[in-house]
């Protein structure tokens, strides 16, 4: 039985796009696949998705999600434009579209543009997508085209927001949205332990923490202008004032550039491997 869509890699990722394209109503359970290797994870997948093929094989699928580990791209998305790929969306991180594109060019008909044309997406999905508030770039290879690009959207749209940007963009997305939320939570850690040296039991301050998050996440979405929020925060002479004052002589801001440049620069150094 031929699918609509497999997706190879049964992870958090896998299972969070899984996940929302059935939610979503778009996507019927019995035209979805789920490739995963390991065989208490396709057991944990067969319970939570009913009607998903789950399979440790891939599977003859039209389009294909890549939700495996960088490395493991290429060679992966070879064995799916084999097994009948035309489609192939990729949401690993530093693999560039040429590189999956000269990949299942290979494997269809030897030169990148000979053979059946099986049209690349790669995309830069992050981890709120687990709770459908994520945001994606995307961007197409050499034989992507718009219908290609709307179809990535369907997928990733199920599980937040989606952007379409050159690929050119795509470490400094990387560095901010992919890694982001890690600097959130590192923010949120902080904030947690700072409120319990400052007197306050943990137990209450991982919770006033989190809806701190949440509350001021929903009060920019709805507003939007960040420095205008925090100006509205931020009395003169007031004890915002003092905290943000020393954010401002330590440079806050610019740690914050040195983080994002730095993961750029990894992102770019994966990219080139």
């Known amino acids: 039985m031929a699918h609509d869509i497999a997706v190879i890699g049964g992870g958090n990722?896998?299972?969070?796009?899984?996940?929302?394209?059935?939610?979503?109503?778009?996507?019927?359970?019995?035209?979805?696949?789920?490739?995963?290797?390991?065989?208490?994870?396709?057991?944990?997948?067969?319970?939570?998705?009913?009607g998903v093929t789950v399979t440790a094989e891939i599977v003859a699928?039209?389009?294909?999600?890549?939700?495996?580990k960088p490395p493991d791209v290429p060679d992966v998305a070879a064995a799916a434009a084999r097994a009948g790929a035309w489609r192939v969306l990729s949401i690993a991180a530093g693999v560039t579209t040429s590189t999956i594109d000269d990949a299942v060019a290979a494997a269809t008909g030897g030169a990148p543009d000979e053979g059946r044309r099986v049209a690349v997406v790669r995309a830069m999905p992050n981890t709120p997508s687990l709770v459908g508030r994520g945001v994606a770039a995307i961007c197409g290879g050499r034989a992507a085209g718009p219908d290609d690009l709307a179809w990535a959207e369907s997928v990733l749209g199920a599980v937040g927001t989606c952007v379409r940007l050159d690929e050119s963009r795509f470490d400094a997305v990387t560095a901010v949205t992919g890694s982001g939320p890690a600097y959130v939570f590192f923010l949120a850690e902080a904030l947690i332990d700072a409120g319990v040296a400052s007197g306050l039991p943990t137990e209450v301050a991982e919770p006033m923490v989190t809806q701190l998050l949440v509350g001021s996440a929903e009060l920019l979405a709805r507003e939007g202008d960040p420095a205008a929020l925090r100006a509205m925060v931020t009395s003169p002479g007031g004890t915002t004032a003092a905290g943000v004052g020393v954010l401002e002589d330590r440079d806050v801001r610019g740690i914050i550039a040195d983080v994002v440049a730095a993961a750029t620069t990894r992102s770019r150094e994966l990219g080139a491997r």
């Open 13 to 50: 990722m896998g299972a969070a796009l899984l996940a929302g394209m059935i939610s979503s109503g778009a996507f019927e359970p019995a035209h979805l696949a789920v490739v995963e290797a390991a065989a208490a994870r396709r057991d944990q997948l067969a319970e939570r998705f009913p």
């Open 61 to 68: 699928a039209a389009n294909v999600v890549l939700a495996v």
